[in-house]
């Protein structure tokens, strides 16, 4: 098992959080701080939202193995996932009804209104029924960092549907921004192994039954809060976006955003995959040993920068090299750590020339 202290000693003398935390402070010899009758309300609404989205999980994992989720059955199998690992990864069905979840949650108990709080349901301005926010759609269980289910990613499986990817909103229990796809499993993976960084649910899937820990974004670009938390798994964990111009320039952003947060202690690394392919097109066609390659070719800070400045205009004029210069200076100056900007510096000169 992993955690800290309280994890431990709620999972051994079966204890809530609050009362683990007492108990601990006076082993330390530590006064605790009066309790707050508002943080307690608020941490018993959050439990609710909790045990809301445990159970639409159970509801989702249920509909996969029914008659309605043949469809969702029939993608998983093509894209190599197999049921033994259906469970693993938390994936589900969401049937298409509009009212299919909310009346099998409230009927087990869940008030409507913590369904609403957790983005289960959906409230219209209309004043219509309030309606289920996932419908029709494969499932993607999305925990924090304690491995709790906090939202879902829901992909269509129509060819024509959108968006194609539909990511929870944001709760009391759910930031898009500050959780990666998948860190909770990746974390304790990453003591050892390179952590790598992919744009998609399926990939990261693909990836991490290939053995490497892998984290995604939410639906958004890779944001500070993100670097961060992927630095505490491992000091250089690898960007490993889709070989097309969108991909590329996905890293390149993901880049730019941490060129401010890069040190000699904790950067990263930018793979760059062939053309049109992603990591699990990549695994089907050439297997761990293909994806080994690109991963040992993954470009370092300073190679990435040239590289992504260089790709933007044709370099067949003096004054578009000249740009090119300035361009790189002006990225390299945004590096706080003085050591590793002198070294960039004197790196991405040498490349330029």
């Known amino acids: 098992a992993h955690g800290n202290a309280f994890d431990f000693v709620m999972a051994m003398d079966n204890v809530g959080f609050m009362e683990a935390v007492e108990r601990l402070a006076r082993d330390a010899g530590l006064s605790m701080p009066e309790r707050d009758p508002q943080a307690e309300v608020r941490l018993e609404a959050n439990q609710r939202l909790f045990n809301a989205l445990e159970a ?8 996969l193995r029914s008659a309605e989720g043949a469809r969702a059955r029939a993608y998983l199998d093509r894209r190599g996932i197999p049921e033994a690992d259906w469970a693993r990864f938390g994936l589900g069905w969401a049937p298409a009804g509009s009212s299919w979840l909310r009346d099998r949650l409230t009927q087990a108990g869940h008030r409507l209104e913590d369904l609403l709080a957790a983005g289960l349901v959906k409230q219209p301005d209309d004043g219509r029924a309030p309606f289920d926010f996932y419908r029709g759609r494969l499932m993607f269980a999305v925990t924090d960092t304690r491995g709790r289910t906090v939202s879902f990613g829901a992909r269509t499986l129509d ?31 990453a003591r050892d192994r390179q952590l790598l960084v992919a744009e998609g649910y399926v990939d990261v899937i693909a990836l991490e039954r290939a053995g490497w820990p892998a984290v995604a974004p939410l639906g958004t670009a890779l944001t500070e809060e993100q670097l961060l938390l992927a630095w505490k798994a ?44 992603d990591p699990d097109d990549l695994l089907r066609a050439k297997g761990r040993a293909g994806m080994q390659e690109v991963l040992d070719a993954a470009l370092p800070v300073g190679a990435f920068l040239v590289r992504m400045e260089a ?14 210069r300035k361009l790189l200076r002006q990225q390299v100056a945004r590096v706080t750590d003085p050591d590793l900007q002198a070294e960039l510096k004197a790196e991405v000169g040498e490349r330029v020339r």
């Open 56 to 63: 639409a999980q159970d509801c989702f994992a249920q509909a």
């Open 159 to 189: 060819p024509d549907g959108t968006p194609k990817y539909l990511n929870g909103p944001e709760t009391a229990v759910f930031n898009k921004g500050r959780n990666l796809y998948r860190y909770a499993e990746a974390r304790p993976m």
């Open 234 to 277: 491992h000091r250089r964990p690898v960007i490993c976006l889709d070989g097309d111009t969108a991909g590329l320039r996905a890293a390149g952003r993901a880049l730019e955003r941490a060129l401010p947060l890069v040190s000699a202690e904790r950067s990263v690394g930018c793979a760059i995959l062939p053309q049109g392919q």
């Open 311 to 324: 790709d933007r205009e044709p370099l067949t004029s003096a004054e578009a090299r000249a740009g090119l």
